[in-house]
């Protein structure tokens, strides 16, 4: 098969789909590789570590576009990508349409195979390819949210950790999923006053034995959310409803109870976000502020560390990528429900119910 890797687009997204390691394992396998120049610059690898690897290097995106039956990406493809997308190809991308009409709207009309990293499964009932991103968005949370609490950046003025005599900073995560967790870690190793809060009672029973005394554990009842946000100076949305939009867990209203300078940091974004007052940002702009509490809402948070999140993403998806190439994109999702399970859109029809419910659009299932 002929892969693509072209050049992230996205503001200030400096991973790429496949690193050179990657693209000699698809080599290896008798696959032809095209990277666009310069795709993997942004994390310090060179067209020719790509061509030692056995890569072809492409001037532009619409080469690699019109050289390739399958395209990987890291980021959503933008609108100027949706347009050289065809019926003969299959994209393997994170896409996270239920927060996003025109880019369904855009993939339809391609026509192409479109599998979204983030919906594809596991015999654990987990999501393979969104946990290592949500790993590192859940740490990041931690990091980002420390940081625009400190006066100079318009926060409050407190240290997470307190210090002997002053009390540590009061840090509520809405979600005990692997976003969560990895906020928790980050947060308890910081020395914070931790609380998760979450739907499942059983999941709360494992992040206690899980955690002990380092956190409390809360049923994420509405009650219980407003009372968390009324005393809160940092909270975290980590919630996810697979491949469907977040539900707004936060209200305005809850908002203006908070005290001024506190921060809310919405991991849930790239689904729409779970905070009513949340709007996606940018690297570039990557906070904002309503009724007094600063709003990070940055749609690729993983993006700011992207060495890490290349490397952790690529040990996800590649033997993916190489089922995909090694069988052809139909073969491989017969042969693999997990992989099945990723396919979003394809012959212009949309293949998940979750993304169909989130605009009214008809949900035809991949037979």
């Known amino acids: ?17 496949l690193t050179p390691p990657s693209v000699e394992e698809l080599v290896r396998h008798g696959h032809d590789v095209f990277v666009e120049t310069n795709a993997g610059m942004g994390i ?7 061509q030692d690897a056995g890569a072809t290097i492409l001037n532009t995106a619409a080469e690699v576009f019109a050289q390739s039956d399958m395209i990987v990406k890291v980021k959503e493809p933008q609108q100027s990508e949706i347009a050289m997308l065809e019926p ?17 709207d855009g993939l339809m009309k391609s026509g192409a195979t479109c599998i979204a990293y983030e919906t594809v499964t596991s015999d654990s009932r987990q999501l393979p390819l969104l946990k290592p991103m ?21 926060g409050r003025g407190v240290l997470l950790g307190g210090v ?17 967790v990895n906020a928790a870690q980050m947060a308890t190793g910081l020395r914070a006053d931790v609380t998760i809060y979450d739907i499942s009672n059983e999941r709360l029973a494992e992040l206690d034995m899980h955690f002990g005394s380092q956190i409390k554990t809360a049923y994420a009842s509405r009650a219980a959310i407003a009372a968390a946000v009324a005393k809160a100076h940092l909270v975290i949305g980590a919630v996810l409803v697979p491949g469907a939009a977040a539900p707004k867990l936060v209200t305005r209203e809850m908002l203006k109870t908070m005290k001024r300078g506190s921060v809310l940091v919405d991991i849930a974004i790239d689904q729409g976000g779970c905070f009513e007052t949340s709007r996606a940002t940018t690297h570039d702009d990557p906070v904002y502020e309503e009724e007094g509490v ?40 017969r042969a693999d429900k997990h992989l099945a399970n990723g ?11 979750a993304v169909a419910e989130a605009f009214g659009y008809t949900f035809e299932a991949w037979q």
């Not at 002997?164 to 969560?180: C, E």
């Not at 396919?343 to 119910?353: A, P, Q, T």
């Open 88 to 104: 003969r190809h299959t994209l393997f991308t994170y896409l996270h349409l239920a927060a996003d009409q025109p880019q369904t």
């Open 134 to 154: 949500s790993e590192v968005a859940g740490r990041m949370s931690v990091q980002v949210g420390a940081h625009y609490l400190e006066k100079e950046q318009g």
């Open 294 to 333: 600063i709003h990070y809402c940055v749609a690729n948070m993983p993006g700011a560390v992207a060495r890490t999140s290349a490397f952790a993403l690529n040990n996800a998806t590649l033997p993916f990528v190489l089922k995909l190439a090694n069988q052809g994109a139909e073969a491989a999702m």
């Open 44 to 50: 310090d690898f060179t067209d020719k570590d790509y």
């Open 343 to 353: 396919l979003n859109v394809s012959d212009g029809k949309i293949r998940h119910e």
């Open 164 to 180: 002997p005599g002053v009390a540590p900073a009061r840090v509520a995560i809405l979600g005990g999923g692997v976003s969560g």
């Open 1 to 17: 098969m002929r892969v693509g890797v072209p050049k992230e687009i996205k503001n200030h997204e400096y991973r790429v789909g």
